[in-house]
């Protein structure tokens, strides 16, 4: 299982998204900001930047991607 957690990029923010692949976790983020955030256009370097802030999640535990 991917994850990231927002606050990893903004910090004091709480919203996080979770799923088997990291295609989906990115596409999760982008969707949180153009829906929640009014983001017209996401940058490549955002994407990048969210893909070097997910980690693996399982047993417990989170490990860097």
Known sequence: MK????????PGATWHAEAESEAEVVRRA??????YHGETEVRPDMIERIKERIVDVGAGKATKH
């Open 30 to 35: 982008v969707e949180n900001l153009r829906t």
């Open 3 to 10: 994850r990231f957690e927002s606050s990893s990029l903004i």
